[in-house]
């Protein structure tokens, strides 16, 4: 027995899994860094146009972390997570309009009816996997573009749809009272995101995610463990789609105002691009799901700003995102979370080498 | 104590168990039979991944047939399967811990409850590796750990020995006899190891073509002649 031989320390092997190990210290003294340089550092150096960029880019990190739950942790696909995202911006609008609940309320509101509908979304995942999966939420993300442009978005009207078209008057999504302005309303952006990681760790960390980890290996060893697969695939729907929810709810306040063209069905390739960018990021990172955000949200707005070829030709985005996500697939299934830094360190090295070398040479014997 | 009463599978036109009735007591039991026989099969019926077309099986007076598959591992069925399934991402605590978590067990004993299963299996030193990092052997492990954590009532080992070198396979002879007196469980070992089997089981039931050929102390058993001939190949005139 191999383990017999390196068995050492039994009681000093307890007693480190139970403290905190330094490494975590250290980790988290890093996020609180750069959370605090992008609340308070990011709004002063940047205009208010990559400000509200990078309010979109915390915004979709939430939807890429909902599908990388979902994804990368139970292995079940959705190709209709910005449709969520429709559904969750649609209910969001509704109660802002409708009513005069604090905007964390409608949040949360916006959070548990889209999981809801995202949870009926999950019963296929019962039955269906891999491509089947992916072309059922697809079509749910085609059924809600017909549905969008027949609703439209609340804008202020009355009814149950809350949509007038008289919409010269009518009134923006409103924020929450203590962050009106766009600077106030990306720093209550990052907050509600970092919760939502927070909320994603809680449960990858924990029962739930183990119970994952052991679905996505193998049903029948899951079930076999006493693992409710059906119970923790429709859960996983829940968790996503209310992440998704609030996204919605998030984004409806971002742009003030909803658009049924913004969901409409051409903008169904959202939803897949969004697999392949949350792909490229890393599916067994958290992290991977803010690198997928960046990917989707901040490099098309940074290319339209360098290349006036990229304004003309907005598609040539998919072109970028295929070569990338061919590029991960092949090199580095676990991400570009995983892979840059490991190049930049081989890079590091590849660059001190020579140094290195003169140095040692110098050092040697006569 | 498990009484199977007139178990049969059938798939299609095959029929992998066939009227089989047989009786596990106590201890380690043994079930061979050479390949397609009806043994995995025959954990799959218990696990709930097949269900069979007539027949009973009873567990320490639970009717198991009637348990949701799920709910088995539960109520503390455990098993391992021939290609090992402990979850290469998760640590080796977690994956011990995951077991627990879906038993009835005391959720408060569950720290306690994991070291004990690692320490058993001689783990412990591992409890934060990831199993994706660690050898077969190991591996293996880590199953029976998973196999005997939280108040089990039957441990099914299909082919736990499969790629273990032999000094390995001695320390899981050990282990495995070691299960019932420690854990309290009646343990049922698949395995083509006979040296193993005769190893840890005091009883062997012995499977051909999906019936029942022969059953009771392992040194009679693996001494009939109806045994060596199913192993041999021979011409059966039963």
């Not at chain 1, 968790?239 to 169904?268: D, E, H, P």
Request: hydrophobic share 50%.
């Amino acid at each position: 027995m191999p383990a017999r031989g390196v068995r050492r320390g039994v009681d000093s092997g307890a007693a480190r899994a139970r403290s905190v190990s330094p490494e975590t210290v250290v980790r988290a003294i890093l996020i609180g860094g750069a959370l605090a340089f992008v609340l308070f550092a990011l709004p002063v150096l940047l205009s208010t146009y990559w400000i509200k960029v990078l309010t979109a880019v915390a915004i979709f990190a939430v939807v890429a972390l909902g599908l990388n739950v979902l994804f990368g942790r139970a292995g079940l696909v959705s190709l209709g997570q910005i449709a969520l995202l429709a559904v969750g911006g649609w209910i969001a609008a509704r109660f802002l309009f409708l009513t005069s609940l604090p905007f964390p309320v409608v949040l949360l509101l916006a959070g548990l009816l889209t999981a809801a509908v995202g949870t009926l979304l999950g019963l296929p995942a019962l039955r269906l996997s891999g491509l089947h999966l992916a072309l059922i939420t697809l079509m749910f993300a085609g059924v809600v573009a017909i549905v969008v442009p027949t609703t439209n978005f609340p804008n202020g009207g009355s009814g149950v749809l809350g949509h007038t078209e008289s919409s010269l008057g009518s009134l923006a999504i409103r924020r929450p009272s203590i962050a009106h302005s766009d600077e106030a309303y990306f720093r209550y952006t990052v907050i509600v995101a970092a919760l939502m990681f927070l909320l994603a760790l809680a449960h990858v960390s924990a029962k739930a995610g183990r119970a994952w980890s052991a679905i996505r290996h193998s049903e029948p060893a899951a079930l076999a463990a006493g693992v409710n697969i059906t119970l923790y695939k429709l859960y996983a729907f829940t968790l996503a789609s209310f992440m998704t929810g609030v996204a919605g709810g998030l984004y409806a306040g971002n742009v003030g105002k909803l658009y049924s063209y913004q969901f409409s069905g051409a903008r169904t390739i959202d939803s897949v691009s969004l697999m392949a960018v949350v792909l490229m990021g890393g599916i067994f990172s958290l992290w991977g799901a803010v690198v997928a955000a960046v990917l989707q949200q901040l490099l098309p707005a940074l290319l339209n700003d360098w290349f006036a070829f990229f304004r003309e030709n907005p598609d040539f985005l998919f072109v970028i995102f295929g070569v990338g996500l061919l590029q991960v697939l092949v090199t580095a299934p676990e991400g570009l979370v995983t892979q840059f830094p490991r190049d930049m360190r081989n890079l590091g090295r590849l660059i001190i080498k020579p140094f290195r070398r003169r140095s040692g040479a110098a050092k040697g014997p006569p | 104590m498990i009484e199977v009463e007139g178990l049969t599978v059938r798939f299609g036109g095959v029929t992998p168990i066939d009227g089989m009735t047989v009786s596990f007591q106590e201890g380690t039991c043994g079930l061979i039979g050479p390949n397609g026989a009806g043994k995995t099969t025959f954990f799959n019926v218990l696990s709930g991944f097949v269900k069979p077309a007539t027949g009973t099986v009873s567990a320490f007076g639970e009717n198991l047939l009637k348990l949701a598959d799920y709910r088995r591992a539960r109520w503390g069925l455990r098993r391992t399967f021939q290609t090992e399934q402990a979850i290469a991402k998760l640590t080796v605590f977690e994956n011990v811990a995951l077991i627990h978590e879906h038993s009835h067990s005391d959720r408060r004993a569950r720290r306690a409850d994991v070291e004990d299963a690692l320490s058993f299996v001689g783990l412990d030193a591992f409890e934060r590796s990831a199993v994706g990092t660690l050898g077969t052997g190991p591996r293996r492990f880590v199953e029976i750990a998973r196999a005997v954590v939280g108040q089990p009532k039957v441990v099914l080992l299909d082919e736990p020995a499969a790629g273990l070198p032999d000094e390995q396979t001695q320390h899981l002879a050990g282990l495995i006899r070691e299960i019932p007196e420690r854990y309290g469980a009646l343990v049922i070992l698949v395995d083509h190891d006979m040296s193993l089997v005769s190893a840890c089981c005091q009883t062997t039931a012995v499977l051909d073509f999906g019936k029942l050929i022969a059953a009771g102390p392992t040194a009679e058993v693996l001494h009939n002649e109806h045994v060596i001939r199913a192993y041999l190949g021979t011409e059966d005139e039963l």
